[in-house]
């Protein structure tokens, strides 16, 4: 008959390929278990307030026109939603996707039984595939996988979560105007079962079999499928148990396995009462069971205290036994190829107990396993604990011996199977050629002390040799019988021939027995064996279960650093849980195997670096007491000193600690990297790779912290606590770089390199994180380029409106500087309090920032200013739109004042009335515009010392880079105008990155001017040029000229900064076309003179004050943008600029 599996077998293939994609399915939800939005959890009240009314669950499904009407009414959450959509739509879908391939799996499944029973496969049937050892186990398989699948939804994703989820992808993709979408079957299906993975919480009732009755099944199928398992005992991919559990629970609903007979139960429970059903998801019977009749009652004699002591005695009887026996087999010389060879069952047996007690101990006794709060399994657990005498370090350094005992069999048996031919050959060849010599040695030919001629054994031994190279390797049996029989015969013709008395002979005779016993032994190394190892040693039941054993695990790391090797074996061990998984998918050739094979050992790579993270704790933990002794300690050696002095430096006592600590670290590293490279599944662990990740992973864990607890500020606290706290963490960042610096060369990593990469990192991510805050299209985590899940960055609760320290930090600047409090004299580059005139902070702020977080911090800080500069011109715009271009009274005024200015060139009559009286009708628009003007002329004057103190340190620090960058910079610049000049000429084409990764590199070094970025794109807006111009002539009697200081304010009370009210208007106006500039700069300069005209008619005629300030502010504009000075010179006569300040 055709083989079930043949690639020619229709039938047989059908049912391999839903059985790989049904664990293929499952990894794919454990996997994205892990991705589950916290938004769509509601754990958080304030996304509960913030999206409860966009974010719906199944109730949707009643009245979704009421409940998109709600959404359409309101403007804000309309745009909320929106937003939603952007940021989730892809991480919905791909659940979606995976809820989807749940329903198709078993729309496939049912698809299949009901073409066998239709006879579309010819001569199969449900009956002839069941009576196929290959096709009744891939059936179990089959329906088995489906309720994993489901147990494993319920499990990691909450009904609730799934219903949100569902509603949200219904929504916001094209699901509900397809036809063929069958959204309903899989709503239906996933809905809520009311059930809870939380410790404690109640079953819901019916509970699982009314959620596994939700896709109907072939009944006849499920009572074929358990009458197979009943009478056979399947042991080849998936444990009966497992197999078991899960077609109990399947057939609940129907009342026949677990109501009304206990055949099936009692073949279960007679084995164990707690069981792993997939990859470490593990299963109390006496909880799972408890409603139903028959299986209680199989139960109730298992859980029977006494029968609980007897089991729990007997475990731990055989533990000590076993543990005994294998701690003597790992002996140093025990285990040789001989002895292995001659004891392949004690061996195996050995094994055997082991793995059988280490699986018994670890399922009853885990925590996972029992309801806390049912009274019963606390009782049964406790019983457990005390007759097992468990003690979790015994059950540990069992499972650790047992795991290197096993490895060393298994390299060994691998080892003599890919030698075995060449050993056999080897030992056929000596044993003939034995034979041969002592044929030579009877033929009297061939000399030998006293061995007389006799040409019958010489015969007889040419026969033997001849019958020795006869033997053929590859009928084993054959082989092996005909083996025996000569060893048989070369013992009689020792005996019958009086051949003892001569020793040469004997000892010839002697050695050709041994080699064909040799080759028995190799014949019979099988590779049935390394498979019984590799059923016996499966470890997949404690995939979860592992973890509870870490801290054991890092405690005897960090006391003998070389135990990591041991550990090597049980990882290896633990890999093995890879085979349940992937046999199929393998088998099938499914694309899949790469992704899920990529899933479980991407899975226990993390582990192994968890578990080794100990190594780079304990080395920072002696770090720190280096960086303390080198600080406060060991005093720096001049370098000249007096002899009498050399006592007093030498510090014995303190360099004597250092050293011991340092070599403790190097113990420490020397432990990882006894770790050969290993292939843990399908990824290569490199110990020195590992070492490097775990130290990065242990930096970024504490610079991260230091930077969130060094940069909390209390806003009340006066003087600001801004430049202690920065010395603060300046000081505590200083340690870490130079007691890196110090351990570098002791533990072989370049540390500087390591330094600037993850502090960068960790900045780069935590400004990302806060720049969310002013994105619509959020970066998730999973999505950022900073972030990585073997080096993570950590995240901390936000202590205030900020998500990060560099929001606070930024928030703290913008506080201190505040130019309603402030005053910034452009000279000094110094904000001085208003009211008090004490300096409140200077340009030594961004030295400080700069010596604290490097370059990055400074560059990170400057690429938030830019957000919040958007936000703000965002906001003043729509404001712009609110007050003044939906303001009938403010338009009217300024078209009024419009046709009496006009034309620009001509001077107005009677201009003060005309202006004041403008300023009067609009003079309560004024205070929201000048706050929206000065936040920004802030942010910008902020941009301006951050680019500063940037080109500063670049200069110094990076004198080539910054000569290369500004000569790069201008000579694209020259390019770029020659080719607008001569378009022939070449220019960057769109897919040419140059132009934007140059910028991010001037950015950094500080050769650009914040004064000349275009921040936001805009349309054209009525009355822009003359309502700044207003604004600008509305401000100038606040402000006052003052002869050192420039324009100051008149009255604290009243405040006004001059700098930041410049240079906020000048940003503004880039935003726009260049035309309402040049409109601007005219109505100021018609302004100037219109005044001076009026006033050159009086008697005595004096510079009014607003004239000055508009003279100031022209002079300012062209300072700042770096124009020449006839762009003010249009509007206003050279004289007056020459002469106004000989006037003051």
Request: charged content about 25%; some cysteine.
């Amino acid at each position: 008959m055709l083989d079930f599996l043949a690639e020619n077998n229709l039938c047989g293939q059908a049912v391999l390929r839903i059985v790989s994609c049904g664990n293929a399915i499952i990894a794919e939800l454990l996997r994205l278990s892990e991705f589950i939005p916290a938004v769509f959890r509601f754990k958080d009240r304030a996304d509960l307030q913030k999206y409860g009314d966009i974010i719906f669950d199944f109730s949707y499904f009643k009245g979704p026109e009421l409940c998109e009407s709600k959404l359409e009414a309101k403007p804000e959450l309309q745009d909320l939603d929106e937003e939603f959509r952007e940021n989730n739509i892809e991480i919905v879908t791909r659940f979606y996707l995976a809820f989807q391939s749940v329903h198709k799996y078993i729309v496939d499944l049912n698809r299949y039984l009901d073409d066998l029973n239709e006879g579309v496969y010819i001569q199969q049937t449900l009956e002839t595939v069941l009576l196929n050892e290959d096709g009744k186990q891939l059936l179990c398989e089959a329906l088995y996988l489906y309720g994993v699948m489901l147990l494993v939804i319920d499990q990691k994703i909450e009904g609730e979560v799934r219903e949100r989820m569902l509603v949200s992808y219904y929504r916001y993709s094209a699901a509900r105007s397809s036809a063929d979408s069958n959204m309903d079957d899989i709503c239906k299906l996933l809905r809520s079962t009311g059930y809870s993975s939380q410790p404690g919480a109640k079953r819901p009732p019916n509970y699982p079999e009314s959620y596994f009755r939700r896709v109907p099944i072939n009944e006849a199928f499920i009572s074929m499928v358990i009458g197979r398992l009943r009478s056979d005992d399947i042991y080849n991919q998936v444990g009966i148990e497992s197999i078991e559990i899960f077609v109990a629970l399947k057939e609940a609903p129907r009342q026949t396995v677990l109501q009304e007979t206990d055949c099936g139960s009692r073949i279960l429970v007679q084995r164990s009462a707690v069981i792993s059903i997939y990859m470490g998801i593990t299963v109390n019977l006496a909880d799972a069971w408890d409603p139903y009749k028959a299986a209680k009652t199989a139960l109730n004699n298992t859980l029977d205290l006494s029968n609980v002591r007897e089991q729990s005695s007997r475990y731990a009887t055989v533990s000590e036994r076993v543990h005994t026996q294998v701690q003597q087999f790992l002996k140093e010389g025990y285990l040789r190829e001989e002895m292995v060879l001659d004891n392949i069952p004690r061996l195996l047996n050995c094994l055997r107990d082991c793995n059988v007690a280490i699986r018994w101990l670890m399922l009853h006794t885990a925590d996972s396993a029992y309801d806390p709060n049912n009274k019963r399994l606390r009782q049964i657990k406790d019983q457990i604990l005390t007759d097992s005498r468990y003690n979790p370090k015994i059950l540990f350094q069992l499972l650790l011996d047992t795991a290197q005992f096993e490895f060393i069999l298994k390299e060994m048996f691998k080892q003599m199977l890919s030698e075995k031919q060449a050993k056999w050959e080897h030992y056929k060849k000596e044993g003939s050629e034995r034979m041969t010599e002592l044929a030579d040695v009877f033929s009297g030919v061939k000399p030998l002390t006293r061995v007389e001629k006799n040409e019958n054994l010489q015969a007889w031994f040419r026969e033997i040799s001849k019958q020795i190279l006869s033997l053929n390797y590859d009928d084993s049996t054959a082989a092996g019988r005909k083996t025996v029989q000569l060893i048989q015969a070369l013992e009689e013709v020792q005996e019958f021939h009086q051949l003892e008395s001569n020793l040469q002979v004997c000892q010839f005779l002697a050695d050709t027995r041994k080699f064909l016993h040799q080759m028995i032994r190799t014949i019979n190394i099988k590779e049935e064996v390394l498979i019984t190892m590799q059923i016996v040693g499966d470890l997949s039941f404690a995939w979860q279960l592992i973890d509870s054993f870490t801290s054991i695990m890092q405690e005897s790391i960090r006391v003998n650093p070389s135990m990591v090797t041991k550990l090597r074996a049980t990882f290896l061990k633990l890999a093995s849980a890879l085979d349940l998984p992937l046999l199929r998918i393998n088998q099938a050739n499914s694309p899949d195997l790469l992704s899920v094979s990529q899933y479980y050992s991407g899975e226990l790579v993390s582990y192994v670096r968890k578990v080794l993270q100990i190594i780079p704790e304990s080395m920072f933990t002696s770090l720190l007491k280096i960086i303390k002794l080198q600080t406060h300690d060991i005093i720096e050696v001049p370098t000249r000193l007096d002899k009498d002095k050399l006592r007093d430096y030498a510090q014995l006592g303190p360099r004597y600690e250092v050293a011991k600590l340092t070599h403790a670290i190097s113990i420490f590293t020397e432990g990882i990297l006894m770790m050969k490279t290993t292939l843990v599944g399908i990824i290569k662990v490199d110990p020195k790779q590992l070492l490097e990740d775990g130290i990065r992973k242990e930096l970024v864990k504490r610079v991260a912290f230091a930077l969130h607890k060094g940069l909390i500020f209390n806003p009340r606290a006066k003087p600001s606590e801004l430049m202690p706290k920065l010395k603060e963490l300046g000081a505590t960042m200083d340690g870490f770089h130079r007691s890196f610096e110090y351990i570098q060369d002791y533990v072989n990593i370049y540390g500087l390199k390591i330094w600037q990469e993850e502090v960068s990192r960790i900045i780069n991510y935590n400004v990302e994180q806060e720049c969310n805050n002013f994105l619509r299209t959020k970066i998730q985590d999973w999505q950022s380029m900073y972030q990585s899940t073997h080096i993570p960055i950590p995240k901390f609760t936000p202590v205030d409106e900020s998500v990060t320290f560099i929001g606070r930090l930024c928030r703290e600047i913008l506080r201190i500087t505040d130019p309603k409090m402030t005053c910034h004299i452009d000279q000094l580059n110094t904000w001085y309090d208003m009211k008090t005139h004490q300096e409140v902070t200077s340009s030594r702020l961004f030295s400080e920032i700069q010596t604290t977080l490097g370059t990055f911090g400074l560059n990170g800080l400057d690429r938030l200013l830019c957000f919040m500069i958007v936000k703000e011109l965002q906001n003043f715009l729509s404001m712009f739109q609110k007050i003044i271009l939906r303001d009938r009274t403010v338009q009217d005024t300024l078209k009024t004042l419009m046709n009496a200015v006009s034309p620009l060139k001509s001077i107005v009559a009677n201009s003060n009335k005309i202006y004041f009286s403008a300023i009067a009708k609009t003079q309560k628009i004024w205070t929201s515009y000048l706050e929206a003007i000065m936040k920004v002329g802030q942010m910008q004057i902020l941009r301006q010392q951050i680019a500063n103190e940037l080109n500063y340190s670049c200069r110094f620090d990076s004198k080539h880079l910054a000569a290369a960058l500004e000569n790069l910079n201008k000579a694209l610049l020259a390019d770029i105008e020659a080719h607008y000049q001569d378009p022939s000429l070449p220019y960057p084409k769109e897919d040419n990155t140059l132009l934007y990764e140059i910028t991010a590199y001037l950015e950094a070094a500080g050769i650009h001017n914040p004064l000349n970025k275009i921040y936001i794109t805009t349309k054209r807006l009525p009355y822009f040029p003359v309502v700044n111009f207003l604004f600008l002539i509305a401000q100038l009697p606040k402000l006052q000229y003052n002869k050192n200081l420039g324009m100051v304010c008149r009255k604290p009370a009243d405040p006004v900064d001059w700098p930041p009210l410049v240079l906020g208007l000048l940003t503004l106006l880039k935003q726009f076309h260049s035309r309402y500039t040049e409109q601007f700069l005219a109505l100021i300069g018609q302004f100037i003179r219109s005044t001076v005209e009026q006033c050159t008619s009086q008697k005595i005629p004096e510079m009014p004050a607003d004239v000055v300030g508009a003279l100031l502010f022209l002079e300012d504009y062209v300072r700042y943008t770096k124009l020449p000075r006839r762009v003010a010179e249009a509007h206003v006569p050279n004289f007056i600029f020459d002469e106004f300040r000989t006037v003051l």
